[in-house]
């Protein structure tokens, strides 16, 4: 079991390092950051000086070392573009995005399950097939469009709400939230259901599938054979085997949501990481992009990490194998 | 009993509460302002950028500043004057108080100056435009320049002056470095003398400004008292938000987007020409273009060849294509704002494909030949639109063009100085920032030389020694008729010379909410002092 462990987070640190590496080997193709750090009337002299103060002329390797050396100390450098340390500048945009992450998996997952369990029982149905259908532009349609739509449809011409922004927040120590306002619930509904559409399509078509699967199997038929109330087969004995492999993609499916929130944000202006990202791609803010990536790696394998960590509790083959 | 106390303090409570809302004899006007991107920094003196100076111009102030169209007006010294070309004195306005309350004397000038020499600073080029600057008494300085200095109130209204005490108090007497490390305090705070102070900010999510009461100048136009300012990336979330009314200005508004803008009641665009003159240029430095499938020579050296590609390109058709008729078509490389532009060479020049085609053929090259054009796709207005336009255009006459338009960042990376120059011909703008010809002619005209600074976005190379000539007698001619002629005479030689193709003065693009009243400013900074809301 430690041995296990071990080597998986042996192998998690080489992921980290692997995704620095390649991050940093793609910035040397993203531009010249020293454009966009000075004004047209600052001199060459001075240019370079700059570049030499930001290590920028040392060799791509050195660089490299040097990141991680810094990183591994927890000291992510300054952004370029705010002139205030990384950390500080993500730790800001972090509650944003975990919030509203948060909100999208719990959409995803209150509507999307009910949605596929209705699905499979009710094949022929009406609002079956309206379910399927609109499972299937969620699937299909990019994100930005559905974003955009949504902010032509309720911010412009209805003017529910709010088209862009968190609203207002509540700070509570170094935790911003927008849960405890007004403006804050009715600026988190549309990026939140846009955010959830993919997710929770997702969800419903796993739900679907797996239920119609259980409901071959023949131990539904004995227990149909036994009597039992249709309910109770279908929530107690379906139902509940059915949801191992959903929870399973839903732990998985919640690092991408944070990953993808990237466009969500961007179009509502959401004041989170995947934002900051794009802005800080803009202007070739090296620091704040090595370290966003590295931190989305971290998530992911963090969350890698305690799903294979499940498997081997739940699952005793694995155990037999290692012995 | 208790009941009725409690009653009877509220009461009080909230008579008072409506006397004080009462005695507030200017009502509320909060204005919601969106633009593209944050400013960079409160520090004045961390980014020489234009939205980022601008902004900054509603909390901080300098000598001279600029009114609404683009005129030097005396800010925070009343008047000056140029007793001998290597000496300005400056005499301060009285009564003038930074945010905090102090007094704002001679002192804060002089260490403005020196904290704008300090590392971190991008605004070292204004500050080495003295050698020295001494008090006189507490409301004159007076300010040595290295050599004659015509236009020192002009090269300074972007020096902003900080409070010495108040830099010193919170131990931010340098400026924001890049490097950071720790924060600097003036990055996240400030303490200016202007019309609004700054009550909250959140960099990249909002920034809110409040009336400052203590301004000096009581005769400003605008009467709003709150400003919320937020960034909006998306320019389809950016118009959204105006339509909605959730903004009463965004900056700037997608050009394509103007027809449907115009449809809606509550909302207006304004397009002005911007002081940015945009033009193409031509790498006539090299022996051989690095793109280009002309081998051992250079066509752009040849004047004929340089003359085919201007006459080649109809300005006025490319304004009415793509940019909506709101672009002003130009033959120069500065625009009718900026000092010293006059009409006898700032016209376009005539189109003639046929005459192009001759002086081709005539330059040995009857069949054309083909050259790659770098065009940035996110930096001016319809960018790569343009360069588009005008590659068809030169497509006429032979001239094949191969495209490369790319993002800002990887543009400027291939095309500037410090790059090597990789490019055979590119699209620029330019305003200089002094709004006066003269820093065109030094960074655009010049020929290129590594240890004056000059050429430094000449990045075709182009070279005159004799407008170089012009050049240093603009630099030091303090008599301004003079220096006007000089100018002239510098512009019409390049124009004979067909050293560029210069395209047009790009349109600025803001949308406003109906009934408010703003003066667009010619270089894209919103002037607050003279918005006024309904």
Redesign the interface.
């Not at chain 2, 590609?309 to 078509?329: L, S």
């Given at each position: 079991m430690l041995n296990f462990i071990a080597r998986r987070i042996f192998q998690s640190i080489f992921v980290m390092l692997a995704v620095g590496f390649i991050a940093f080997a793609m910035f040397r193709?993203?531009?010249?950051?020293?454009?966009?750090?000075?004004?047209?009337?600052?001199?060459?002299?001075?240019?370079?000086e700059?570049k030499k103060?930001?290590g920028l002329d040392d060799p791509f390797l050195v660089q490299y070392v040097r990141f991680i050396n810094k990183a591994a100390h927890g000291d992510f450098?300054?952004?370029?573009?705010?002139?205030?340390?990384v950390s500080?500048l993500i730790a800001?945009r972090m509650p944003a995005t975990l919030e509203l992450s948060f909100v999208s998996a719990l959409i995803a997952l209150f509507l999307g399950i009910p949605m596929g369990i209705y699905t499979a029982l009710k094949r022929r149905g009406l609002l079956s097939h309206t379910f399927m259908t609109v499972s299937l532009i969620g699937i299909s349609l990019p994100t930005f469009l559905i974003g955009?739509l949504m902010?032509?449809v309720f911010?412009?011409l209805l003017?529910w709400l709010?088209?862009?922004?968190?609203g207002d927040v509540v700070q509570l120590g170094w935790w911003s939230t927008g849960f405890l306002t007004k403006s804050g619930w009715l600026s988190l509904i549309m990026p939140a259901f846009t955010l959830a559409l993919f997710q929770m399509t997702l969800i419903m078509r796993l739900v679907r599938a797996e239920m119609l699967e259980v409901m071959q199997t023949d131990f539904i038929k004995f227990a149909r054979a036994r009597g039992l109330p249709e309910r109770m087969i279908n929530f107690r004995h379906a139902l509940k085997n059915t949801l191992v492999p959903v929870i399973t993609i839903t732990g998985l499916q919640l690092g991408s949501i944070i990953a993808f929130s990237i466009i969500t944000e961007?179009?509502?202006?959401w004041?989170g990481m995947g934002?900051?990202f794009?802005?800080s791609i803009?202007?070739?803010d090296i620091p704040v992009m090595a370290a966003y990536l590295l931190l989305i790696a971290f998530f992911f394998v963090i969350i890698n990490l305690i799903v294979d960590l499940l498997y081997f509790a739940v699952d005793p083959r694995l155990r037999v194998q290692r012995n | 009993m208790k009941f009725s106390k409690l009653f009877q303090h509220t009461a009080i409570a909230a008579t008072l509460a409506l006397s004080a809302g009462l005695s507030h004899s200017v009502e509320a006007k909060t204005l919601h302002w969106a633009y593209q991107?944050d400013m960079?920094?409160l520090?004045p003196m961390?980014?020489?950028?234009t939205f980022t100076l601008g902004f900054q111009g509603w909390f901080y102030e300098t000598l001279a500043g600029y009114d609404k169209n683009l005129k030097l007006v005396p800010m925070l010294a009343e008047k000056w004057e140029n007793p001998e070309p290597t000496k300005w004195i400056f005499h301060l306005r009285k009564g003038v108080k930074f945010h905090d309350g102090s007094p704002f004397t001679a002192d804060d000038v002089i260490f403005s100056w020196k904290r704008s020499l300090t590392p971190g600073s991008?605004m070292?080029?204004?500050g080495a435009k003295a050698k020295d600057v001494k008090k006189i008494d507490d409301y004159t300085v007076e300010v040595t320049t290295p050599g004659p200095n015509p236009i020192l109130p002009r090269d300074w209204t972007f020096l902003y002056i900080m409070s010495k005490t108040w830099a010193e108090k919170n131990k931010t007497t340098e400026a924001?470095?890049?490097?950071?490390?720790?924060?600097?305090y003036a990055?996240?705070h400030e303490d200016g003398t202007g019309p609004f102070m700054v009550v909250d900010r959140?960099?990249?999510?909002?920034t809110t400004l409040k009336r400052f009461d203590g301004y000096w100048n009581k005769n400003m136009p605008t009467n709003v008292t709150d400003i919320v300012f937020?960034?909006?990336?998306?320019e389809?979330?950016r118009v959204?938000?105006l339509?909605?009314?959730?903004m009463d200005i965004v900056q700037p508004v997608p050009v394509q987007d103007w027809p449907r803008l115009q449809k809606e009641p509550n909302v207006r665009v304004l397009n002005e020409p911007e002081a940015r003159a945009i033009f193409i240029g031509m790498d006539q430095h090299r022996d051989e273009l690095l793109f280009s499938n002309v081998k051992g020579k250079n066509p752009f050296k040849d004047i004929r060849v340089r003359e085919a590609v201007v006459r080649a390109v109809d300005t006025n058709v490319i304004n009415k294509k793509i940019m909506r008729g709101a672009a002003k078509p130009l033959g120069t490389l500065i625009a009718d704002k900026i000092n010293g532009y006059d009409e006898s060479f700032g016209k376009p020049y005539k189109p003639d494909v046929a005459k192009a085609k001759k002086l081709l053929a005539e330059a040995g090259y009857p069949n054309g030949f083909e050259v790659q054009m770098d065009c940035p796709n996110d930096r001016y207005v319809n960018d790569e639109k343009v360069c588009q336009a005008v590659a068809s255009m030169l497509a006429r006459v032979g001239i094949k063009i191969d495209l490369l338009a790319q993002?800002?960042?990887?543009y400027?990376?291939k095309v500037?100085?410090?790059?090597g120059n990789n490019t055979s011909m590119y699209l620029l703008g330019?305003t200089p920032?002094s709004i006066d010809a003269d820093n065109s002619l030094v960074?655009l005209v010049s020929c290129r030389n590594?240890k004056t600074?000059a050429g430094?976005?000449n990045l075709g190379g182009y070279c005159n020694p004799k407008i170089d000539a012009i050049t240093a007698k603009v630099e030091s001619e303090t008599d301004q008729v003079k220096r006007n002629a000089l100018i002239k005479e510098a512009f019409t030689m390049l124009r004979n010379d067909y050293g560029y193709l210069p395209l047009h003065q790009q349109p600025m693009s803001w949308g406003v909410r109906k009934g408010i009243k703003v003066a667009q400013r010619a270089d894209d900074v919103l002037d607050i002092r003279n918005v006024v809301m309904p």
């Amino acid at each position: 079991m430690l041995n296990f462990i071990a080597r998986r987070i042996f192998q998690s640190i080489f992921v980290m390092l692997a995704v620095g590496f390649i991050a940093f080997a793609m910035f040397r193709y993203v531009g010249d950051p020293i454009n966009n750090l000075v004004g047209q009337d600052t001199t060459i002299a001075q240019r370079e000086e700059l570049k030499k103060q930001l290590g920028l002329d040392d060799p791509f390797l050195v660089q490299y070392v040097r990141f991680i050396n810094k990183a591994a100390h927890g000291d992510f450098g300054s952004s370029y573009r705010q002139r205030r340390p990384v950390s500080e500048l993500i730790a800001s945009r972090m509650p944003a995005t975990l919030e509203l992450s948060f909100v999208s998996a719990l959409i995803a997952l209150f509507l999307g399950i009910p949605m596929g369990i209705y699905t499979a029982l009710k094949r022929r149905g009406l609002l079956s097939h309206t379910f399927m259908t609109v499972s299937l532009i969620g699937i299909s349609l990019p994100t930005f469009l559905i974003g955009i739509l949504m902010i032509l449809v309720f911010g412009v011409l209805l003017r529910w709400l709010p088209s862009f922004g968190r609203g207002d927040v509540v700070q509570l120590g170094w935790w911003s939230t927008g849960f405890l306002t007004k403006s804050g619930w009715l600026s988190l509904i549309m990026p939140a259901f846009t955010l959830a559409l993919f997710q929770m399509t997702l969800i419903m078509r796993l739900v679907r599938a797996e239920m119609l699967e259980v409901m071959q199997t023949d131990f539904i038929k004995f227990a149909r054979a036994r009597g039992l109330p249709e309910r109770m087969i279908n929530f107690r004995h379906a139902l509940k085997n059915t949801l191992v492999p959903v929870i399973t993609i839903t732990g998985l499916q919640l690092g991408s949501i944070i990953a993808f929130s990237i466009i969500t944000e961007t179009v509502f202006q959401w004041p989170g990481m995947g934002l900051l990202f794009i802005q800080s791609i803009g202007s070739v803010d090296i620091p704040v992009m090595a370290a966003y990536l590295l931190l989305i790696a971290f998530f992911f394998v963090i969350i890698n990490l305690i799903v294979d960590l499940l498997y081997f509790a739940v699952d005793p083959r694995l155990r037999v194998q290692r012995n | 009993m208790k009941f009725s106390k409690l009653f009877q303090h509220t009461a009080i409570a909230a008579t008072l509460a409506l006397s004080a809302g009462l005695s507030h004899s200017v009502e509320a006007k909060t204005l919601h302002w969106a633009y593209q991107g944050d400013m960079m920094s409160l520090d004045p003196m961390s980014l020489n950028e234009t939205f980022t100076l601008g902004f900054q111009g509603w909390f901080y102030e300098t000598l001279a500043g600029y009114d609404k169209n683009l005129k030097l007006v005396p800010m925070l010294a009343e008047k000056w004057e140029n007793p001998e070309p290597t000496k300005w004195i400056f005499h301060l306005r009285k009564g003038v108080k930074f945010h905090d309350g102090s007094p704002f004397t001679a002192d804060d000038v002089i260490f403005s100056w020196k904290r704008s020499l300090t590392p971190g600073s991008d605004m070292k080029g204004y500050g080495a435009k003295a050698k020295d600057v001494k008090k006189i008494d507490d409301y004159t300085v007076e300010v040595t320049t290295p050599g004659p200095n015509p236009i020192l109130p002009r090269d300074w209204t972007f020096l902003y002056i900080m409070s010495k005490t108040w830099a010193e108090k919170n131990k931010t007497t340098e400026a924001t470095n890049v490097k950071g490390g720790e924060s600097n305090y003036a990055n996240m705070h400030e303490d200016g003398t202007g019309p609004f102070m700054v009550v909250d900010r959140q960099p990249d999510v909002k920034t809110t400004l409040k009336r400052f009461d203590g301004y000096w100048n009581k005769n400003m136009p605008t009467n709003v008292t709150d400003i919320v300012f937020q960034p909006i990336t998306q320019e389809s979330t950016r118009v959204a938000a105006l339509i909605s009314g959730e903004m009463d200005i965004v900056q700037p508004v997608p050009v394509q987007d103007w027809p449907r803008l115009q449809k809606e009641p509550n909302v207006r665009v304004l397009n002005e020409p911007e002081a940015r003159a945009i033009f193409i240029g031509m790498d006539q430095h090299r022996d051989e273009l690095l793109f280009s499938n002309v081998k051992g020579k250079n066509p752009f050296k040849d004047i004929r060849v340089r003359e085919a590609v201007v006459r080649a390109v109809d300005t006025n058709v490319i304004n009415k294509k793509i940019m909506r008729g709101a672009a002003k078509p130009l033959g120069t490389l500065i625009a009718d704002k900026i000092n010293g532009y006059d009409e006898s060479f700032g016209k376009p020049y005539k189109p003639d494909v046929a005459k192009a085609k001759k002086l081709l053929a005539e330059a040995g090259y009857p069949n054309g030949f083909e050259v790659q054009m770098d065009c940035p796709n996110d930096r001016y207005v319809n960018d790569e639109k343009v360069c588009q336009a005008v590659a068809s255009m030169l497509a006429r006459v032979g001239i094949k063009i191969d495209l490369l338009a790319q993002t800002k960042s990887k543009y400027f990376a291939k095309v500037l100085l410090q790059a090597g120059n990789n490019t055979s011909m590119y699209l620029l703008g330019w305003t200089p920032s002094s709004i006066d010809a003269d820093n065109s002619l030094v960074n655009l005209v010049s020929c290129r030389n590594p240890k004056t600074a000059a050429g430094q976005f000449n990045l075709g190379g182009y070279c005159n020694p004799k407008i170089d000539a012009i050049t240093a007698k603009v630099e030091s001619e303090t008599d301004q008729v003079k220096r006007n002629a000089l100018i002239k005479e510098a512009f019409t030689m390049l124009r004979n010379d067909y050293g560029y193709l210069p395209l047009h003065q790009q349109p600025m693009s803001w949308g406003v909410r109906k009934g408010i009243k703003v003066a667009q400013r010619a270089d894209d900074v919103l002037d607050i002092r003279n918005v006024v809301m309904p």
